[in-house]
């Protein structure tokens, strides 16, 4: 199966966008943002108080081939994708003393969610070849 960073990179937001769902199905209110430079709160054009932003970083391995001996590996090609998450909690006010707590609550529940829904996810590409 052959597949782009594109591809993985949006199954990964995707994941990100399901948490979203859970979260306000739990009564909590978050954005997600994907961002390719860190996530300065002066660039921050969300409304909401709650941020999980999603850096992408880098790749290692991805044009390192025979990384491995056997049989198996002549074949498959294995790397790593590196990315951040940054969880955020903004402060909306002089009186709002729920920012840390908040950022702990979307933390667990984020870390909670991956745990929970981890056997779930699984990787496929769609392919718009056809074969003559």
Same mark, same amino acid.
């Given at each position: 199966?052959?597949?782009?960073?594109?591809?993985?990179?949006?199954?990964?937001?995707?994941? %990100?966008?399901?948490?979203?769902?859970?979260?306000?199905?739990?009564? %909590?209110?978050?954005?997600?943002?994907?961002?390719?430079?860190?996530?300065?709160?002066?660039?921050?054009?969300?409304?909401?108080?709650?941020?999980?932003?999603?850096?992408?970083?880098?790749?290692?391995?991805? %044009?390192?081939?025979?990384?491995?001996?056997?049989? *198996?590996?002549?074949?498959?090609?294995? *790397?790593?994708?590196?990315?951040?998450?940054?969880?955020?909690?903004?402060?909306?006010?002089? #009186?709002?003393?729920?920012?840390?707590?908040?950022?702990?609550?979307?933390?667990?529940?984020?870390?909670?969610?991956?745990?929970?829904?981890?056997? #779930?996810?699984?990787?496929?590409?769609?392919?718009?070849?056809?074969?003559?």
């Amino acid at each position: 199966m052959i597949m782009t960073l594109d591809t993985v990179l949006s199954y990964l937001l995707k994941i %990100f966008q399901g948490f979203k769902a859970y979260a306000t199905e739990n009564n %909590f209110e978050c954005d997600i943002i994907n961002t390719y430079n860190h996530p300065y709160l002066s660039k921050i054009t969300t409304t909401s108080p709650n941020i999980i932003a999603f850096k992408f970083d880098s790749t290692q391995h991805l %044009f390192d081939h025979n990384c491995k001996t056997g049989t *198996f590996y002549e074949n498959a090609l294995e *790397f790593s994708i590196n990315f951040q998450i940054y969880i955020i909690a903004i402060v909306l006010n002089a #009186k709002d003393f729920d920012a840390n707590s908040r950022m702990l609550m979307l933390y667990s529940m984020l870390s909670d969610f991956l745990h929970n829904k981890a056997h #779930k996810y699984t990787l496929f590409v769609r392919s718009t070849t056809r074969i003559y």
